[in-house]
């Protein structure tokens, strides 16, 4: 059975006084993971420095999160429709602020590295859930396309927000301000949470299928873990090479457990869908190239015009106002056009932008191009990923949300964790030895060139399969 999603379907356009209160209160959470994601980044060789970090084990602090934070989304994702998505909310909102608080006070690498693996999994919890609560606060329509519209601008602005902040907080205070930032953003929460929020609990709780939670959660594990060394030791490394075979030998294991399952953790008539795989292909473009877009700019900025990492972050400021900007107009998009529309149209304006970027070249008067086409494509980008959660989560009952959510969530962080690594490879690939202004110029335009082309050809692709079946 296909879902159209042209044309879109019509609701009350106006918020009850429940909704008024939840919406700032989950949309809050989201951005406040957001920001956990990059706000350490630029902060790295400080933290190190301050704990004794061995520079080989740096990038432990930021693998050590997107290990938990994907691994385990799609299981907290259903186990919030088992158990109830508040009580998985409010739950890990008190281990992320309790994380924090323990990554704030570290005095030792292990200590950090605990608090960042708690932080992940109070991620892989808190973004399902609120997710989910989001979606069955609002019924299909306009109302929930303006509210997730709204919470990918705001995930999206978090990651840029994230590396303006830590760079702010470590130059004024400390880098443990990092971890403390987020304390009190959680204590409020966890404040207004349990009143504000409101959950129906099945009224049969089934079993949790085990085998299938085992089999994807260490798929996963495997899967992100082969993706983070590939980008540290190269594609064709045997640690790297074993560890995505092993990930997607388990991922298959658990398509067939699911299959021969009476109480599956993922149906296989939702991943059968074509809104579910063809939403989330969507939404896995999208975090892809402008999550890695961010990464090879960043070598342009720092390695050819020699801007510091404070001047970075604030530079990427512009491409924050281009995704708030598209995360507002998205949801006002996708009930006017439709969700196969929106995606098309962003990922046509985000491919545009990010083409124009070839053009870069090694004197500072070129930052100007590149900040009218961050712009542009934060706002295109955002189309799509609004358009992305639209369709992953429409036409599913209100029990099955936490498990649409896990997996748009899930393609989220995948997303996110694989992009650098190739777009790293392509650059590198291209680049002469020594490394010079110019030869780095010209690996990260190669780079930016192929991101354009997936960028089109991954929204055209999945616009074209969500194409209403004829009648």
Known sequence: MS???????????????????????????QFMIAVDFSILNVALPVVGEGLGFPLTRLQWIATSFALAAAGFTLLF????????????????????????????LAVTPEMLLAARVLQGLATAAVTPAGLALLTTAFREGPLRDRALGLNGALMSAGFTAGAILGGLLTDLLSWRWAFFVNVPVAAVVLLLAPRAITD??????????????????????????????????????????????????????????????????VPITVLRRRTVVWGNAAGLVAFVTETSLVFLLTLYLQEVLGYSPLATGLAFGVLGLGTVAGGTLGGRAVSRFGARTAIAAGGIVQAAATLSLVALGTSGAW?????????????????????????????????????????????????????????????????????????????????????????????????????????
């Open 200 to 265: 129906e609990r099945p009224a049969v709780r089934p079993r949790l299928d085990v085998p299938g939670a085992l089999t994807v959660t260490a798929g996963l594990l495997a899967l992100v873990f082969g993706l983070t060394r590939a980008g540290e030791s190269g594609w064709t490394s045997p640690g790297t090479l074993a560890a995505l075979a092993a990930g997607t030998a388990l991922l298959v294991v658990f398509w067939f457990a699911e299959k021969s399952s009476s109480a599956p953790l």
């Open 77 to 104: 994702g259903r186990i919030g429709d088992l158990v109830g998505r508040k009580r998985i909310f409010i739950g890990g909102m008190a281990v992320l602020g309790a994380s924090s608080l323990l990554g704030g």
């Open 3 to 29: 879902v159209a999603l042209d044309p879109p379907i019509t609701s009350p356009d106006r918020m009850t006084g429940r909704q008024k209160l939840v919406l700032p209160l989950l949309l809050g959470a």
């Open 367 to 471: 930052i100007w191009l590149l900040l009218a086409a961050t712009f542009a494509g934060g706002v295109g980008n955002m189309l799509v990923i609004v358009g992305f959660m639209v369709t992953a989560t429409s036409g599913l009952p209100d029990t099955e949300q936490g498990l649409a959510t896990g997996l748009a969530t899930m393609t989220q962080q995948v997303g996110i964790t694989m992009g650098i690594p190739i777009m790293s490879a392509l650059a590198t690939a291209r680049m002469a030895s020594p490394a010079t202004p110019g030869t780095v110029l010209d690996g990260v335009g190669f780079a930016v060139g192929i991101n354009a082309l997936l960028a089109l050809a991954g929204s055209l692709l999945a616009a074209a399969a969500l194409r209403p079946a004829r009648r």
